[in-house]
């Protein structure tokens, strides 16, 4: 994934999504030969020149100061989790970061103990690229059965686009999974030489029908809490709430799901 033209592709769509009235822009007359705002008009908000927001949007400006990236935030109208993603992409790591892969990821022991004495409501752990890292039996019935998949499958994002049952049984299923894309792209941006998190991409791309136009939207979504509708054949309508805890477990980002009917 080349750092530069994805700085570049999430900045054009950022401001391409204003128009000069959400902008508190007036009209000056010209044609407007793009859908949103201009590079001048986003400088402009900012307080930068012409040049440095295009060099920047081009990946020639080097790393902003925090002010600038703060003025580009209020500029562009970017939410939390778009923030932190810019932040991501200008954030060249260096070649020592690139080398080292990450870490094996964990559940830790209370985690586990946890999922067992939940033992009337669903509950799952989600680490990096939404991969299911355990599971309880309820979440194994009403979603799917994790455990008996290969562990390079047991991913939340591949259920939600690949899995043909994951379209009947999830309420809203076409924005649960467009959301489940913007929490891969987040990803990618904190951890753009992931070789897993760049096959499941690819995978998803190849497969998904969907996947490339909300991938190319470049939504991004930090998930620390939601609820989803699941629809089960035998027991019915259920409701899953999540929530993310990682300054607590910061292995993992672990979302335990609970269901009530």
Not at 13 to 31: H, K, M, S, V
Not at 59 to 88: C, F, Y
Not at 191 to 220: C, I, K, M, Y
Request: proline share 7%; with cysteine; aromatic share 4%.
């Amino acid at each position: 994934m080349d750092s530069r033209s994805e700085l570049a592709d999430f900045l054009r769509t950022r401001r391409n999504r204003l128009t000069p009235d959400q902008a508190g822009l007036p009209e000056d007359g010209r044609i407007r030969r793009v859908p949103g705002l201009r590079r001048d008009e986003i400088a402009r908000l900012a307080g930068v020149s012409t040049e440095y927001y295009t060099r920047l949007e081009q990946g020639r400006a080097g790393n902003p100061s925090p002010e600038v990236l703060s003025a580009l935030s209020r500029a562009l109208r970017l939410d939390a989790s778009e923030t932190e993603h810019l932040q991501d992409l200008l954030t060249r790591p260096n070649t020592a970061t690139r080398r080292t892969p990450a870490g094996p990821q964990r559940v830790r022991p209370g985690l586990h103990l946890m999922l067992r004495t939940l033992q009337h409501v669903p509950a799952y752990v989600l680490g990096r690229r939404t991969d299911v890292l355990a599971s309880n039996k309820l979440a194994r019935a009403v979603l799917t059965d994790f455990d008996a998949l290969p562990v390079p499958a047991r991913n939340l994002a591949r259920y939600y686009l690949l899995d043909a049952s994951a379209r009947q049984t999830v309420g809203g299923w076409e924005r649960i999974a467009a959301e489940t894309v913007g929490i891969l792209r987040l990803e990618a941006g904190r951890r753009p030489h992931d070789r897993q998190l760049a096959d499941l991409v690819g995978e998803l791309t190849l497969r998904s029908p969907e996947f490339t136009a909300w991938w190319n939207d470049h939504r991004v979504l930090r998930c620390t809490h939601g609820a989803k509708l699941h629809h089960h054949p035998v027991v019915g309508d259920l409701t899953c709430t999540s929530s993310s805890s990682p300054s607590q477990f910061p292995e993992t980002r672990n979302r335990p799901c609970t269901s009530t009917t």
